[in-house]
């Protein structure tokens, strides 16, 4: 199994001027992860929109992800949906394409019982037959689920071996998880954290195995994790202050700002989207976007 460590950068779904898919500008996102020293590659979540795409969508991104990294990073599938044999379908294409391992959330319209959550994991990794990591969210990308019915589902569940944890107070969450997890030594294997990074000298402090933000400044978290791992903790933080605005900016405009980034570094062609309730980038917040970019500019690796 390949190691699973480290910054897991997720690709967002770009698209083209008619709002159709745009698989070039998803190898430009491979490529752009593997040149930048990102650990890991995670496609199609909600960072990529995957609630705006078609089933032949989502698997042509994975298929297009895997063909292009041709075995270079590890590559976590997402096969999240609101109906479990679409989940089960999404994972045995996965495992049909090359993909190292699946992600998923939850059914969030109608949150399902003990039972059916434990079923739906049960299904996804028997489909799948490859490590399958439970993404822990908040609504309405995801159903918070406790720590201890986390380590039931991997206690029940083979193949389910790794959290992504990003429910609220998720610090606190990744150290019981993991204190947790010490119970199941040889089913879990830890937990990644999210949220954009934003908490990532924390979450590694915590015991934390990487992270998965969107990847627009991977290769930069990536540097970072990567000076955490060495022990050089004061550059490593020197680093993280000058991402800050532009996390902070990426919360108050979420999959546009990521999008507006990867286009402001020529990786792919458009910032186009199709989720209703997201916000274009005005001229002013352009403005913003390119001083903010300023401070962490000069850690880009690509």
Same mark, same amino acid.
């Given at each position: 199994?390949?190691?699973?460590?480290?910054?897991?950068?997720? +690709?967002?779904? %770009?698209?083209? #001027?008619? !709002?159709?898919?745009?698989?070039?500008?998803?190898?430009?996102?491979? *490529?752009?992860? $593997?040149?930048?020293?990102?650990?890991?590659?995670?496609?199609?979540?909600?960072?990529?929109?995957?609630?705006?795409?078609?089933?032949?969508?989502?698997?042509?991104?994975?298929?297009?992800?895997?063909?292009?990294?041709?075995?270079?990073?590890?590559?976590?599938?997402?096969?999240?949906?609101?109906?479990?044999?679409?989940?089960?379908?999404?994972?045995?294409?996965?495992?049909?394409?090359?993909?190292?391992?699946?992600?998923a959330?939850?059914?969030? +319209?109608?949150? %399902?019982?003990? #039972?059916? !959550?434990?079923?739906?994991?049960k299904?996804i990794?028997?489909?799948? *037959?490859?490590? $399958?990591?439970?993404?822990?969210?908040?609504?309405?990308?995801?159903?918070?689920?406790?720590?201890?019915?986390?380590?039931?589902?991997?206690?029940?569940?083979?193949?389910?071996?790794?959290?992504?944890?990003?429910?609220?107070?998720?610090?606190?969450?990744?150290?019981?998880?993991?204190?947790?997890?010490k119970?199941?030594?040889?089913?879990?294997?830890?937990?990644?954290?999210?949220?954009?990074?934003?908490?990532?000298?924390?979450?590694?402090?915590?015991?934390?195995?990487?992270?998965?933000?969107?990847?627009?400044?991977?290769?930069?978290?990536?540097?970072?994790?990567?000076?955490?791992?060495?022990?050089k903790?004061?550059?490593?933080?020197?680093?993280?202050?000058?991402?800050?605005?532009?996390?902070?900016?990426?919360?108050?405009?979420g999959?546009?700002?990521?999008?507006?980034?990867?286009?402001y570094?020529?990786?792919?062609?458009?910032?186009?989207?199709?989720?209703?309730?997201?916000?274009?980038?005005?001229?002013?917040?352009?403005?913003?976007?390119?001083?903010v970019?300023?401070?962490?500019?000069?850690?880009?690796?690509?």
């Amino acid at each position: 199994m390949k190691k699973f460590r480290g910054i897991f950068g997720i +690709l967002v779904a %770009p698209f083209d #001027d008619k !709002l159709a898919l745009d698989v070039e500008d998803v190898k430009s996102q491979v *490529e752009f992860c $593997v040149k930048g020293g990102v650990h890991g590659i995670v496609v199609p979540v909600n960072a990529s929109e995957y609630w705006t795409l078609s089933e032949t969508e989502r698997k042509l991104l994975v298929k297009t992800a895997v063909e292009c990294n041709a075995g270079r990073l590890p590559i976590v599938a997402g096969v999240s949906s609101q109906s479990m044999p679409i989940s089960v379908e999404l994972a045995r294409h996965a495992k049909e394409v090359g993909a190292d391992a699946v992600i998923a959330a939850p059914p969030t +319209l109608l949150g %399902p019982t003990a #039972d059916q !959550l434990m079923e739906y994991y049960k299904q996804i990794a028997g489909a799948a *037959e490859l490590p $399958v990591f439970i993404q822990n969210h908040t609504p309405p990308f995801g159903v918070p689920i406790s720590a201890p019915m986390c380590m039931e589902i991997v206690r029940k569940v083979d193949g389910v071996q790794f959290v992504k944890e990003e429910t609220q107070f998720s610090s606190h969450m990744i150290t019981s998880l993991n204190e947790l997890g010490k119970q199941l030594p040889d089913r879990y294997l830890g937990t990644f954290g999210g949220k954009a990074c934003r908490y990532l000298i924390d979450e590694h402090s915590r015991g934390a195995l990487g992270c998965m933000p969107a990847c627009q400044i991977a290769d930069v978290m990536a540097l970072i994790w990567d000076l955490l791992d060495e022990g050089k903790k004061a550059e490593a933080e020197k680093i993280f202050l000058a991402t800050q605005p532009q996390i902070t900016m990426e919360f108050a405009y979420g999959m546009t700002m990521y999008k507006n980034v990867l286009k402001y570094r020529g990786i792919i062609k458009t910032a186009n989207f199709r989720g209703t309730g997201m916000a274009a980038l005005d001229e002013q917040d352009q403005i913003e976007l390119r001083r903010v970019i300023k401070y962490v500019e000069p850690y880009f690796r690509v």
